[in-house]
């Protein structure tokens, strides 16, 4: 299917264990990023990528890890998951700097 | 530093109203783009409006028009003719740069309430 999908979309895991949030696009976007939204605090810029290998901190980078081998993919990794990182967690493409972003439709993470 | 700030967390409108829902943003870059997103209750991101920089002339999308003041880094939505559908949280987000990543950051968001 054409578009962008988050996987999973629901995710619930204990206080420090590893836990990797998928992101998958069809379009070739070369630009993507990765939202926490939290009550009060709109959506918060984790990570953000210009191309395969090319990655940069957002605004709330601390605990987490992306990487980018291919176009398509952008996987979010929390190294050592914390109850903070409790949040709906989006991810986000767009093909140059005056388009639109089309976001996938987020995974709730439950950190326990 | 880039920065954006909605200053209403919750607005009420009557049906058949215009509506203003207001952005301020700071950024040092001179070329930048402005988009406004509107999340219903069901979660998805829908996009509804963009202005560039550089572009002279408010957008406009249907019933939606942004007020873009450059010199007071305003960005404001105006939504005409409100409908019981436009009840839903709206964000104002903001682009910089010309290469790069293109770093696009949102603000906390207004909930907009149509009233019958």
């Known amino acids: 299917d054409a578009g962008i999908t988050q996987s999973p979309r629901y995710k619930i895991t204990e206080t420090g264990r590893q836990v990797t949030l998928m992101c998958h696009q069809t379009?070739?976007?070369?630009?993507m990023f990765w939202y926490r939204q939290d009550l009060g605090h709109g959506l918060r810029l984790i990570y953000y990528s210009a191309a395969a290998d090319i990655t940069d901190k957002g605004e709330v980078p601390d605990g987490y890890v992306v990487s980018r081998s291919k176009t398509e993919n952008f996987p979010l990794t929390l190294e050592s998951a914390t109850r903070s990182q409790t949040s709906v967690y989006f991810c986000?493409?767009?093909?140059?700097?005056?388009?639109?972003?089309?976001f996938g439709q987020g995974t709730r993470l439950t950190v326990v | 530093a880039q920065k954006i700030t909605q200053t209403q967390p919750g607005m009420f409108v009557q049906e058949k109203e215009a509506v203003t829902l207001d952005c301020t943003y700071d950024t040092s870059d001179q070329s930048y783009g402005l988009f406004w997103y509107k999340q219903p209750s069901s979660g998805e991101m829908i996009f509804l409006i963009y202005q560039g920089s550089y572009d002279e002339q408010n957008a406009t999308e249907g019933r939606y028009s942004l007020n873009f003041q450059k010199a007071r880094k305003s960005a404001n939505l105006v939504i005409s003719a409100s409908q019981l559908g436009d009840s839903a949280m709206y964000f104002c987000a903001m682009r910089e740069g010309d290469t790069g990543g293109f770093k696009t950051i949102f603000g906390a968001g207004t909930r907009l309430f149509v009233k019958a």
């Open positions: 986000a493409s767009t093909q140059a700097r005056n388009t639109e972003a089309f």
């Open positions: 379009w070739s976007h070369s630009y």
